[in-house]
């Protein structure tokens, strides 16, 4: 598959500074009917909801949005409370789908009643159609400096990019492709500036691990505000017909070297830590080993469906990479 980089596309990285994320909450006050949540019925008790701290006044004034606006659709309610709330990520982009998720999952909880849906969403991750490409498939074997110049790409604003990491990792990952919820940066690794030789995709990390939570040593709290500056290393995949020894440590060095730079440009914060699970069945983790990340542990095997402890899934080996040398400071409670 050949490739051509956008002109405009985001250039290396040379600084990795933080944005640390806070919870701001002014309010707004309409008179009206409300619905209160009982597991919030001591005055302003905060409960966490969406990574936002919610007290009995923010359901009080949700409450009242919506009795003085009964025409408004979800979508549009969620615009009203995100700005008003002026609930933005630190690049200044509205959250309005937080927002959206924070009512649905309030009134899951008896908290609020919201209008009825308008219209079924659907699976867009399910109903994606991924185009196939054409591969160029000629055995590439040799020394890492043999292969001549090589270029690492963010694409996740390329749509050209994008579709053909999709179809990389659709066709050639045995996890397939999934698309990245939330914050993402997917790589392209390429030669002569054209030809693709591997990918990467980064993502949301993973709410709860035991061992990594133990590792970075925050309280709940701190994880609820600070799990943004983590990214998970979702997917990592050489192409089945390239076979060039150091290759897989060489673009994830690369990579690490820009992604928090990458990351701040795109949403308005850095990345602290990055994190990756390797199935213990499957891999060894040696490209992981080779590229100096830490192993600090494994998966206990279950999922965070799990909630009756009956699924089993595969045990990963827990992999961390740190890209700040405070970054138990950054994550912790003491720097907000």
């Given at each position: 598959?050949?490739?051509?980089?956008?002109?405009?596309?985001?250039?290396?990285?040379?600084?990795?500074?933080?944005?640390?994320?806070?919870?701001?909450l002014?309010?707004?006050?309409?008179?009206?009917?409300?619905?209160?949540?009982?597991?919030?019925a001591?005055?302003?008790?905060?409960?966490?909801?969406?990574?936002?701290?919610?007290?009995?006044?923010?359901?009080?004034?949700?409450?009242?949005?919506?009795?003085?606006?009964?025409?408004?659709?979800r979508?549009?309610?969620?615009?009203?409370?995100?700005?008003?709330?002026?609930?933005?990520?630190?690049?200044?982009?509205?959250?309005?789908?937080?927002?959206?998720?924070?009512?649905?999952?309030?009134?899951?909880?008896?908290?609020?009643?919201?209008?009825?849906?308008?219209?079924?969403?659907?699976?867009?991750?399910?109903?994606?159609r991924?185009?196939?490409?054409?591969?160029?498939t000629?055995?590439?074997?040799?020394?890492?400096?043999e292969?001549?110049?090589?270029?690492?790409?963010?694409?996740?604003?390329?749509?050209?990019?994008?579709?053909i990491?999709?179809?990389?990792?659709?066709?050639?990952?045995?996890?397939?492709?999934?698309?990245?919820?939330?914050?993402?940066?997917?790589?392209?690794?390429?030669?002569s500036?054209?030809?693709?030789?591997?990918g990467?995709?980064?993502?949301?990390?993973a709410?709860?691990?035991?061992?990594?939570?133990?590792?970075?040593?925050?309280?709940?709290?701190?994880?609820?505000?600070?799990?943004?500056?983590?990214?998970?290393?979702?997917?990592?995949?050489?192409?089945?017909?390239?076979?060039?020894?150091?290759?897989?440590?060489?673009?994830?060095?690369?990579?690490?070297?820009?992604?928090s730079?990458?990351?701040?440009?795109?949403?308005?914060?850095g990345?602290?830590?990055?994190?990756?699970?390797?199935?213990?069945?499957?891999?060894?983790?040696?490209?992981?080993?080779?590229?100096?990340?830490?192993?600090?542990g494994?998966t206990?095997?279950?999922?965070?469906?799990?909630?009756?402890?009956?699924?089993?899934?595969?045990?990963?080996?827990?992999?961390?990479?740190p890209?700040?040398?405070?970054f138990?400071?950054?994550?912790?409670?003491?720097?907000?």
């Open positions: 598959m050949v490739w051509k980089p956008r002109r405009d596309g985001t250039g290396s990285a040379d600084s990795s500074w933080f944005v640390l994320l806070s919870l701001p002014p309010h707004f006050s309409l008179d009206s009917e409300i619905f209160v949540c009982h597991t919030l001591v005055p302003e008790e905060t409960t966490i909801v969406q990574g936002r701290a919610v007290t009995e006044t923010d359901l009080e004034q949700i409450g009242q949005l919506i009795a003085s606006h009964p025409q408004w659709s979508w549009r309610l969620s615009r009203a409370l995100a700005t008003a709330w002026n609930w933005r990520n630190p690049a200044g982009q509205l959250k309005d789908i937080a927002a959206r998720s924070l009512l649905v999952k309030l009134e899951q909880r008896g908290c609020l009643r919201l209008p009825a849906r308008r219209r079924i969403p659907t699976n867009r991750m399910r109903a994606r991924i185009a196939p490409q054409l591969w160029d000629r055995p590439l074997a040799g020394a890492l400096e292969l001549g110049p090589l270029q690492v790409h963010e694409v996740s604003g390329d749509k050209q990019g994008r579709e990491l999709a179809a990389a990792l659709a066709e050639f990952h045995y996890l397939g492709y999934r698309s990245s919820v939330g914050e993402n940066a997917q790589y392209l690794v390429t030669q500036g054209n030809r693709v030789l591997a990467l995709l980064f993502g949301s990390a709410w709860k691990c035991q061992d990594r939570d133990r590792f970075i040593g925050w309280s709940v709290a701190a994880r609820a505000r600070k799990l943004p500056l983590i990214t998970n290393n979702q997917r990592c995949l050489i192409l089945p017909w390239v076979r060039v020894h150091g290759l897989g440590s060489w673009m994830l060095a690369r990579v690490l070297r820009r992604l730079a990458d990351w701040q440009a795109k949403y308005g914060h990345i602290a830590l990055v994190e990756t699970f390797v199935e213990q069945d499957r891999f060894r983790g040696t490209l992981y080993q080779a590229a100096n990340w830490q192993r600090i494994s206990q095997g279950r999922t965070r469906q799990d909630r009756n402890l009956t699924l089993r899934v595969p045990v990963k080996d827990i992999y961390v990479y890209l700040v040398r405070n138990r400071e950054l994550l912790s409670d003491g720097m907000a």
